[in-house]
């Protein structure tokens, strides 16, 4: 693990003990001088001369070796991925550390040199995403796209357009679909319409994708026409898609397609519903979601998904607890049992008060929740 270095801890240090010492050898050289007669101002000079040369030296090899460190450092993973790195990029060496790795062909640092820009948000983080958008390296290249995407640069519009016209396999030309939308908003449906009907389907839902996030009105309407009929389509492969682009999208007021597809005959319908519904999170999604639990083909992918909700289903859970929607018990318990997992105090708080539920196989599931979520007898809590 990396640890950084306290600054007010090494300046404290410097100047309690690092100038006392450079005082102390300073008198003791001026009294060795007096010591020996012989010795001149010119003497002193030419010692001045030879410590100026070597403290020189030594800074520039120290620099040296703290680019070379922090850049072996970085490249091997040395520094967390959840604690955030603090970086200074105004001091030089860092700075010359991080555009080593950008233009770098590996893409894995290419990835932590734009995250350590984007963090700082630093002026070079334009200049190299324009530059890495014309990377021969595919992976590179979409890793670009998506940071355009993400901060919206505009001025990257005519580079993304090249990108699209330029690139040769499906991942770039898909990222530049739906980062063209990013950057021109609500100009963005005369050059993305043409891929609505695309024959690929990783085309159609890059451009699905871009205008229902980022197209503005006329975008949107477009994309969501042709999403209705994807998701009312007779062919299965239609509705996947249809439920793989509303889980891309994220948006949670787009869940309506999504509450046919979780009822869907077809199980990879299902399935491709479910992932959706983890990403978008509306609370009316999860009497559906409860409802695919209890098939071993769906259970899975459910309790995955249900476990995303987190909070948001203890509304549900208090509701089907006190009668206000009814829910069969096994669907209940299976509410109370997941959100037991989620080490939160609201959830505890709740099961506590109907902790004499009347049905026992959801009584039992409260037990075994508040167990799970730290309940000692006491009536306290652990989260």
Do not use: C
Not at 4 to 33: K, M, N
């Amino acid at each position: 693990r990396f640890r950084r270095v306290d600054p007010v801890a090494v300046h404290t240090g410097v100047e309690g003990i690092g100038v006392s010492l450079a005082l102390g050898l300073t008198g003791v050289i001026l009294l060795i001088f007096q010591a020996i007669p012989a010795l001149t101002i010119f003497h002193l000079a030419l010692l001045t001369l030879f410590i100026t040369i070597l403290w020189t030296a030594s800074g520039f090899w120290v620099y040296r070796g703290y680019a070379a460190s922090l850049l072996t450092l970085l490249r091997t993973g040395a520094l967390q991925e959840d604690a955030p790195i603090d970086l200074n990029l105004d001091d030089p060496a860092a700075q010359s550390v991080v555009t080593r790795l950008v233009a770098g062909d590996k893409p894995h640092e290419v990835r932590l040199g734009l995250d350590l820009l984007q963090q700082a948000e630093h002026p070079l983080l334009t200049q190299n995403l324009l530059a890495l958008v014309a990377s021969p390296q595919p992976a590179i290249q979409v890793e670009a796209l998506q940071r355009i995407e993400q901060v919206r640069l505009k001025a990257a519009q005519p580079a993304v357009e090249k990108a699209l016209a330029t690139a040769t396999d499906e991942a770039t030309k898909a990222a530049a679909l739906r980062t063209l939308a990013a950057v021109a908003e609500a100009d963005a449906l005369p050059p993305l319409a043409p891929y609505l009907d695309h024959p690929s389907e990783t085309m159609r839902s890059a451009a699905l994708v871009g205008l229902l996030r980022n197209g503005g009105i006329p975008g949107i309407l477009a994309a969501g026409e042709r999403l209705l009929m994807l998701q009312q389509a007779p062919l299965p492969t239609a509705r996947q898609l249809a439920a793989q682009v509303i889980g891309a999208v994220g948006v949670q007021q787009f869940y309506q397609p999504l509450q046919a597809l979780l009822q869907d005959e077809v199980v990879t319908v299902r399935q491709a519903a479910i992932q959706a519904a983890g990403q978008v999170r509306h609370p009316d999604l999860l009497p559906l979601l409860l409802a695919n639990v209890d098939n071993p083909a769906t259970r899975s992918a459910t309790v995955l998904t249900l476990q995303r909700y987190g909070e948001a289903m203890l509304p549900l859970g208090g509701q089907a607890l006190t009668g206000q929607v009814a829910l069969p018990p096994e669907q209940v318990a299976r509410l109370v049992q997941i959100s037991g997992q989620s080490r939160s105090a609201k959830a505890a708080q709740l099961f506590w008060q109907h902790l004499d539920h009347p049905d026992r196989t959801v009584g039992y599931a409260i037990l075994i929740a508040l167990q799970s979520l730290g309940y000692r007898t006491t009536g306290t809590t652990t989260t």
